[in-house]
């Protein structure tokens, strides 16, 4: 073969690669798509856990004190154990919380709490989140531990929020840490964060409660769209997911 | 032309052909002028969620739930997405997915934005059955004048 007759070739190949090479449909201009065909769209593996707050951590033997088996327990079910269950709600400057906790005896532990965002008595969004302990069995000898686990939403609202929350607490044995594994013992219960805590009302309801005021947003409320929003960071030629944002509220605008 | 260079020639098609077949996402085009689409599939996403903004290099789409495609929510999915776009305006090679779980309006939509969002979605549901992507089947338009 000549290298005239190569180079054809190789240009004939990428001809004809470059004819059958396919663009994702909505490369076109969108005024062009009369037409209705398929949308090319990969969405990620994105699923309810990529949401969640939490972590299952192994704790080292000597995690808490001895249990003092003088305390008065009750006696069907003292193998393992749940004291002071609760859960707490509030906001700081940047964040509402939901926080879940709990003391146990047992070698696995568990805390789930979720935080509920509502705004004008609609809900706008939750954060779940969870913690969850292992003592390897055979060094855990009755010691007793606290576990907590917060979720938070992020927000730039200072008026017209409320949040509240509830939690499952869970206490136990297990052989060695995996939803298979030989357990036994299991003590469980839940809890809710009572009252639920808001933030002042924002000035245009106070006034709109009133019947007139209907601008102005000096209370630092916004005067848009109180929203609620993840934000994922993916990689759209494998769809796998680098990094999440948590649940934030704010004003949208609009 | 010895054996080496016939090789050297074959590769090179070779991987001209692997590079012009290969589904790339789109890039290259303007900030700002990115077309946006709005899908509505059959099946939602397996998220807690009432829209979803989808954010790719060169274009942006929402993905609304069948039962939950009313003038508000595409009217907080662009309110949003159009604020994405000004503070973060070039993507590079990630894409974002943004689930928006819930929101509580301050004020009404004027009549005129809401009459006009509710021609879109009125355009939107009258599309055809297609294919949108992996998930399955819906119908999707681009945003009148993205």
Redesign the interface.
Known sequence: MSPAHCFRAALATMLVATACSEEPITSLPAADLETPVDLALAFPRLTAQTLFQGEVVELAPTSGPARDFSEDVPDDDDVSQIYGAGTSVGFTADYAYSNGRHTYTGNLGKVETTARVSFDGAQIGSQFAFQEEYTPFLLDFGSVKEILAEAYVFIDQDCGLRVDGDSNHYAGWQWFLGSTAPNWGPAGMSTQAFPPVSQPACREQEEDADGGYSGGSESGGGEGWVTCWYLVTYDPYSGEIFDVDFLFCDDVGG | ?NGT??VT?AL??LV??M???A????VGQEPGSA???I?LPETF????ARAVL?R????D?V?LRASDAGP?TL??AL??LG?LRSEQPRLG???????????????ELAADQRARLESVLSDLRT??L??????GSG??????G?
């Open positions: 032309m260079t016939r020639v090179l098609g001209a052909l590079g012009a077949t589904q790339t996402p789109l077309p946006i689409f899908a996403p397996d998220v807690d989808m790719e290099p060169g274009r789409i993905i508000e009217h907080v309110s949003l604020r090679d990630r894409g974002q997915l943004i689930p928006i779980t819930g929101f509580a309006p301050r004020r599309r055809p297609a294919n949108v992507g992996n998930l119908r999707w338009m681009p945003y009148p993205s």
